[in-house]
């Protein structure tokens, strides 16, 4: 990955047939690469484009020249997108340029150029195909279309062939799948694909899409199952960045992928390179989409974004390439991106809002700054001050670059910033001990704490591991470096509490007793009217099937407890519901509402509770589910066995 981690920018291409109409078809004006499923255009219709495709004026030097310029060290072609319509000769179909008039590989072309210009060059490749008289299902739409004969591991074959193809000719850097979603492809189809690729080409990066567990438009995956080198945001910046998550952010200058002619909401260049700086500062990859038009040119609006983009790269690259994510929490005037180095490092502050007053705080900054001044044209330095609250950086009066002025401050050794610790447990509560965690971002931190309620001081003992407390206290911590103090304090006070003593009670066996009612409520009354009373035994908390609408249930006996421990509970229900123990309410859940959790906890001494969940469902979904967890425990269902009656 190491390569395509200091990209950070690529361009994406989406080019094919699709650009011949150039989006409009039946005087609809807003198709892209979508357009023969979204205009329903029949099979034999659609493939009337064919013997149009007549890229006379491509020239792959003039694209793979322009991405460069651009500070792109990467671009991804289509070789084939839901169309099914191959950019290159495939010795498995004549859907492909070598069946048009044209003939020109043009992944053969690009490829070279690419090569020819310094970059890697990639293909994306739909999993979904239209045209395919194997794939399946067919479009909803498509009633001529006979399914009868088709068969979908045949198309496995043909897509594993055309995959096989396009590595062992054109040797793409990254394989960038799409098209996943549909029920036919499954995550051990997934696995098939990503293992053929891994075994044709090791050092090839494939994504995540080549496996089913994409969440939505997010585009993470963030299941251990899955296969996959990088998650695929889609037309989305995420809101932070996930450390040790490898991301790219795929999006369109326009409104389209493929190229359309009637739009006209284009992005300015302004948006597109404070996306790339805002994607880079939160450590991901910026791929940037052209669609180009069917005479094999890219839209003058793009060339004209692109220029604009090599413009401020040619001052500001190195401010991009090569960099990780920020070290700052959001910074209010933009953005940092960062190479650090053992020795020294550099922080790149990617300023969008000027300050009037000539003012930037690097908050909690503990590094010594060596020099800092402005990137790009002449340099001007660029005064820092060091203050409590971190380093002061005093700038120049006006910006040198409207979109965003660059400034690199070089620091000695990795960067230190100085946050707030936090303070975390299970509880605030505990009966024995609890474990207590201090912690901030910063790995290599110098944090001390007490737990006497004094404040913390350079002398006070490192935080190494969770302290743990064993009686009522309060824990405070802080951030010490070269023996001052450089954060604030965090304090939690955490309470030793007397368990609930148990009740005296012979039970009558195993199991609850569950009662039922019907009745209409929106909430459950302090003054339950009288429950079905001739209840029956049950062995756990769980709704009987069928259980319907406008009906009240309750569950009751005792919890059999085998320590005496701070016990949290976790009621999950559709709609309303509640848990007592001992007559206390633990958890509440009341209320009309669709499934939602709430939590409880109670401390309880070894032996018998009584404990009572009362649920009800006014109309539409039923669900409850009842939970528990014992100190540093998962939250797991209560075992039969310790339910008595
Ligand atoms: O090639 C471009 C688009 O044509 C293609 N991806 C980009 C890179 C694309 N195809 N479809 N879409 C984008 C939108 C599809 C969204 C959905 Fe789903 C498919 C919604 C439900 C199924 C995938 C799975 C996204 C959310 C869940």
């Not at 401020?312 to 005037?333: C, R, Y």
């Not at 909690?364 to 044209?377: D, K, S």
């Not at 009362?614 to 998962?634: M, S, Y």
Request: with cysteine.
């Amino acid at each position: 990955m190491a390569w395509w981690r200091d990209a950070r920018f690529g361009m994406f291409l989406h080019w094919g047939l699709y650009a011949i109409p150039a989006g409009e078809w039946n005087g609809n004006k807003d198709y892209g690469e979508w357009i023969r499923t979204s205009a329903e255009i029949p099979l034999e219709t659609y493939d009337q484009l064919q013997p149009k495709w007549n890229p006379t004026d491509f020239d792959a030097d003039a694209w793979a020249e322009m991405a460069a310029a651009a500070g792109m060290k990467y671009v991804v072609i289509t070789s084939k997108h839901h169309d099914g319509f191959c950019l290159w000769d495939s010795a498995v179909t004549d859907w492909d340029v070598a069946g048009s008039p044209n003939q020109r590989d043009i992944l053969a072309e690009l490829s070279t150029a690419c090569r020819k210009h310094g970059i890697k060059f990639c293909t994306y490749h739909s999993i979904m195909d239209w045209h395919h008289p194997d794939y399946l299902p067919r479009r909803t739409w498509e009633k001529d279309r006979s399914t009868e004969g088709a068969d979908f591991e045949r198309f496995e074959q043909y897509l594993h062939a055309q995959v096989t193809e396009i590595i062992t000719r054109y040797h793409p850097a990254v394989m960038w799948f799409d098209g996943e979603w549909e029920n036919t492809w499954t995550h051990e189809r997934g696995v098939k694909l990503f293992e053929l690729c891994r075994r044709l080409a090791p050092e090839m990066i494939v994504n995540n899409r080549v496996d089913v567990h994409r969440q939505g438009m997010q585009g993470f995956s963030g299941s251990s199952e899955a296969v996959g080198d990088f998650d695929t945001p889609e037309q989305e910046i995420p809101a932070t960045g996930l450390p040790g998550v490898d991301w790219e952010s795929c999006m369109t200058m326009n409104r389209h992928w493929g190229w359309n002619q009637a739009d006209t909401v284009w992005k300015s260049p302004e948006t597109l390179i404070r996306n790339l700086i805002d994607i880079a500062s939160k450590g991901g990859n910026y791929l940037l989409n052209v669609g180009p038009r069917a005479d094999g040119t890219f839209p003058p609006n793009a060339v004209e974004r692109l220029a604009a983009i090599a413009d401020w790269m040619k001052q500001n690259s190195e401010a991009i390439h090569g960099t990780t994510a920020s070290v700052f929490d959001a910074l209010p005037w933009g953005r940092c991106t960062v190479k650090a180095g053992d020795d020294f490092s550099a922080l790149y502050l990617h300023v969008f809002d000027w300050p009037k007053d000539g003012q930037l705080l690097l908050p909690g900054l503990g590094n010594q700054v060596i020099e800092a001044r402005t990137l790009g044209g002449a340099p001007q330095a660029v005064a820092a001050v060091p203050s409590q609250e971190g380093v002061m950086l005093v700038v120049p009066q006006q910006p040198s670059d409207p979109i965003a002025t660059v400034i690199e401050v070089r620091i000695e050794g990795r960067p230190i910033v100085y946050r707030t610790p936090s303070i975390t447990a299970e509880s605030e509560r505990f009966v024995r001990g609890l474990d207590v965690t201090i912690a901030t971002p910063a790995a290599d931190a110098e944090l001390r704490y007490t737990s006497d309620g004094s404040e913390p001081t350079a002398a006070s003992p490192r935080v190494q591991g969770p302290v743990h407390v064993a009686d009522t206290c309060t824990v405070r911590a802080a951030m010490f470096h070269d023996g001052r103090r450089r954060s604030e304090v965090a304090s939690r006070t955490f309470t030793r509490v007397e368990p609930l003593p148990p009740v005296e009670v012979q039970p009558s066996g195993d199991g609850l007793v569950l009662q039922q009612a019907a009745v209409d409520w929106n909430t459950i009354p302090d003054e339950r009217p009288e429950l079905m009373t001739k209840g029956m035994l049950v062995p756990q908390v769980a709704l009987p099937k069928g259980v319907g609408e406008h009906v009240a249930l309750s569950f009751s006996g005792f919890v059999d407890v085998a320590a005496s421990e701070l016990y949290r509970f976790a009621l999950s229900s559709d709609d309303g519901s509640k848990l007592w123990i001992d007559g206390k309410v633990v958890v509440d859940n009341d209320g009309l509402h669709g499934a939602t959790e709430q939590r409880g906890e109670v401390a309880l001494a070894k032996g018998l509770h009584q404990l009572e969940v009362v649920w009800f469902n006014a109309t539409g979904g039923a669900e409850l589910r009842l939970k528990w967890a014992a100190p540093g425990q998962p939250f797991a269902e209560l075992p039969a066995a310790a339910l008595k009656h």
